[in-house]
């Protein structure tokens, strides 16, 4: 058993560290005759290759399947929008250059579109995570049917997008909405939430909300179930209130899933579509645009207008964009945790 | 109730003087072990009211599902069931084509879900037990591919299915969802502590290749995971809507494209819209109800190191 352990005991590293003799080799058996020799040989070199190979085997798949359907359309989307292409004749590009994002940054519907993706990204994703945040402190009391309210407040995450908009569009009804007729209960004038730019965007962010607080909320739970429960009896030893350990322990020590939340939100809300689309039933986003998101623009440029080539300019745009938040995010990440001295 | 910390907390709740302390032991004995605080009333109030919020919209729903388009366009909504749940569900699945969008989605999402847990699982075995090259920089990459937009690849994906005449062919809308970045993740994480290296080196040391070891020593250590796995895939392949709406149309559609021709008549019925999205739901709601926790564990173990 001693000259097996040799094979797994360092720890993986990725390099190209040399391979093990293997065990098929036969070494420890006594004089073995040729015709066996070479059987062991072979068997030896099978499973060289077998140790080798069959890893690249295994994630190959994974790789195969992102490269037809996600790293080629990328690069594939950056060339259509450099050519003019319509959706009747998808197949028919004209190269045009970069008119197409000359023309973009000439649109007005284009920056009403990035604004609006911009505020209804704010409104949806600060509460939703805040909430998520003081939900899971509270979930990580001890509690009497704890699992019950898990399940309870993760239910809206098994309601689609089409769903979830097509009930929150009846709640937030102009004439016969519950929220608008608990608005006249209470005597607060009715408002027309699908035309007003802050109510409608306000109405699609609280379905996002709803979609998403619970989520979030088991995933800060599952981090602040990990940070060692003796950090929070010496900080009680030491006179910590709940309020100051929350400060001083529980949000240095999710540091890192925060920032994973806040990024998987930010790129949710850049794509934000389902929710805006249906919430009118068109790609518009109201009469004024005052809800339509980059999302909803793309797929009313492509799919509406017709412009496949336009199209493909704005899901790049929206792309790029993606990158300078993820950089914007990576620096201050980093200023923070230099400015607080402390070690990432 | 930041007072109560205030105090010294013992490590053993027995030793403790003082009333308040006295109560907090008592009712500690009733928990499990472990060193949390519980939680007062105002933790149960508050966490009450956002689990009512968080049922409640799919609860009215199916209270608006019930009544007829006349009640519902009362100056006064509905806040009970009515009569006519089973008419409005009928004419839902009807109109939305609901019977066949159900096979299809049922269809469509197992088979993802399959092939994701398998190809995730062989990924994931590999990135977290086996030895190769540049191991550390590809699953970098694995990671980095969660951050490509749907949006960036609906318009090529979109002119392969005009050239290849897939458009309303279901294999459109499944090789796009076949693997899935999250789920290699998701099964290194897990069969990094879950499947000890002693175990392969065994079947190692009995000749058994790569194939073998995988059958039977990862599939039986990872099973749990798969389970977990496979129904979080279930639930977004179920849920898909961006792309499917873009290659199917409401000749053969998913559930969720379904249930956008629902609202397209000139008069909406909010009655039969409801039904609708009612009917599009229930599946994943009962799955919830039958495998909720096995879900909410399976959520926050991935959560963990993400």
Redesign the interface.
């Known amino acids: 058993?001693t000259t097996?352990?040799r094979?797994?005991a360092p720890p993986?590293?990725?390099?190209?560290?040399p391979r093990p003799t293997p065990?098929?080799s036969g070494t420890a058996r006594p004089a073995p005759g040729p015709k066996e020799q070479r059987r062991a040989e072979r068997r030896s070199r099978?499973?060289r290759w077998?140790?080798?190979y069959?890893?690249?085997?295994?994630?190959s798949?994974?790789?195969l399947?992102?490269a037809a359907?996600?790293l080629?359309?990328?690069l594939?989307?950056g060339w259509?929008a450099l050519h003019s292409?319509s959706?009747l004749t998808?197949?028919e590009m004209e190269w045009v250059g970069f008119e197409n994002f000359t023309r973009l940054w000439e649109d007005e519907f284009f920056w009403k579109a990035l604004r609006n993706t911009f505020t209804i990204g704010i409104i949806s994703t600060v509460p939703q995570l805040l909430?998520a945040l003081?939900?899971a402190h509270?979930?990580?009391?001890?509690?009497?049917g704890s699992?019950?309210?898990?399940?309870?407040?993760?239910?809206?995450?098994?309601?689609?997008?089409?769903?979830?908009t097509?009930?929150?569009?009846?709640?937030y009804?102009r004439?016969?909405?519950?929220i608008n007729?608990a608005l006249d209960l209470i005597g607060i004038d009715r408002v027309d939430w699908q035309a007003g730019t802050w109510s409608s965007q306000f109405a699609v962010s609280t379905i996002v909300i709803?979609r998403w607080?619970?989520?979030n909320t088991?995933?800060y739970?599952?981090?602040m179930?990990?940070v060692p429960?003796?950090l929070?009896?010496s900080a009680?030893?030491d006179?910590?209130?709940?309020?100051k350990?929350f400060i001083h322990i529980t949000l240095p020590s999710l540091r890192p899933?925060i920032l994973?939340t806040v990024v998987v939100s930010t790129?949710g809300a850049?794509?934000l579509?389902?929710e805006p689309?249906?919430f009118a039933?068109d790609p518009s986003g109201g009469t004024q645009n005052q809800y339509q998101t980059l999302?909803l623009y793309?797929?009313e440029m492509?799919?509406i207008n017709r412009h496949?080539g336009r199209?493909?300019a704005?899901?790049?745009t929206?792309?790029l964009l993606?990158i300078i938040i993820?950089i914007i995010y990576w620096v201050v990440t980093r200023w923070v945790s230099r400015s607080s001295g402390e070690e990432e | 109730?930041?007072v109560?910390?205030?105090q010294?907390?013992p490590?053993d709740a027995a030793t403790a003087g003082g009333p308040e302390r006295g109560r907090r032991a008592r009712r500690?004995k009733?928990?499990?072990a472990?060193?949390?605080?519980?939680?007062g009333w105002l933790?149960?109030t508050?966490?009450?009211v956002?689990?009512l919020?968080?049922?409640v919209?799919?609860v009215?729903?199916a209270i608006?599902a019930s009544h007829s388009k006349a009640r519902?366009?009362?100056?006064?909504?509905p806040f009970w069931f009515g009569g006519r749940l089973f008419t409005n569900l009928e004419r839902a699945w009807e109109d939305a084509n609901l019977g066949k969008a159900m096979i299809n989605t049922i269809f469509v999402a197992s088979t993802i879900t399959v092939s994701t847990v398998l190809?995730?699982t062989?990924?994931g075995?590999?990135?977290a037990?086996?030895?190769?090259?540049?191991?550390?920089?590809?699953m970098l990459?694995?990671i980095g591919?969660m951050?490509?937009?749907?949006?960036?690849?609906?318009?090529?994906?979109?002119?392969a299915v005009?050239?290849l005449e897939w458009s309303n062919h279901l294999q459109a809308v499944i090789?796009?969802m076949?693997?899935s970045?999250f789920g290699?993740f998701f099964m290194r994480q897990y069969l990094v502590q879950a499947l000890p290296?002693?175990l392969?080196?065994a079947a190692?040391?009995d000749?058994s290749?790569?194939?073998r070891v995988?059958w039977h020593v990862v599939f039986p250590a990872a099973r749990p995971a798969m389970a977990v796995l496979g129904m979080l895939t279930f639930?977004l392949a179920?849920?898909e809507?961006?792309w499917p709406m873009?290659a199917l149309t409401q000749q053969n559609p998913t559930?969720?494209v379904a249930?956008?021709g629902?609202?397209?008549g000139y008069v909406p019925d909010?009655g039969v819209?409801?039904a609708?999205?009612?009917l599009?739901?229930l599946p994943?709601?009962i799955?919830?109800v039958l495998f909720?926790?096995q879900?909410?564990g399976g959520?926050?173990?991935g959560?963990?190191k993400?």
Not at chain 1, 12 to 17: E, L, M, T, Y
Not at chain 1, 148 to 160: D, G, H, K, N, W
Not at chain 2, 72 to 77: G, H, V
């Open positions: 058993m097996e352990h094979e797994a993986a590293k990725g390099g190209a560290a065990p098929a099978r499973y077998d140790l080798k069959s890893p690249y085997a295994f994630i798949p994974f790789f399947f992102f359907f996600g080629f359309p990328l594939y989307t259509s292409a959706m998808p197949n909430m003081g939900l509270l979930l990580n009391y001890r509690l009497r699992m019950f309210f898990r399940v309870a407040i993760l239910t809206p995450y098994a309601t689609s997008i089409a769903a979830a097509l009930v929150f569009a009846m709640l009804g004439d016969y909405g519950v007729w709803w607080t619970g989520y088991l995933i739970l599952a981090a179930q990990a429960n003796d929070y009896e009680a030893l006179g910590a209130s709940r309020w350990q899933t994973f790129i850049t794509q579509f389902g689309l249906l039933g999302g793309m797929y492509g799919w496949l199209a493909a704005i899901a790049w929206m792309f993606l993820g | 109730m930041a109560v910390n205030t010294p907390a490590q500690a009733a928990g499990a472990g060193g949390h605080l519980h939680g933790t149960y508050i966490l009450a956002f689990a919020g968080s049922i919209p799919l009215y729903s608006a519902l366009s009362e100056a006064t909504p190809f995730a062989l990924a075995f590999a990135f037990k086996l030895r190769f090259r540049a191991k550390n920089v590809l990459l694995v591919t951050m490509v937009p749907p949006q960036l690849t609906v318009v090529p994906m979109f002119m005009a050239e090789l796009p076949m693997v970045a290699v290296t002693e392969i080196e190692r040391v000749g290749n790569s194939l995988v639930v179920w849920n809507f961006f873009i559930v969720q249930l956008t629902l609202g397209q909010q819209i409801m609708g999205a009612l599009g739901t994943l709601l799955a919830f909720g926790k879900i909410v959520i926050m173990h959560a963990l993400g």
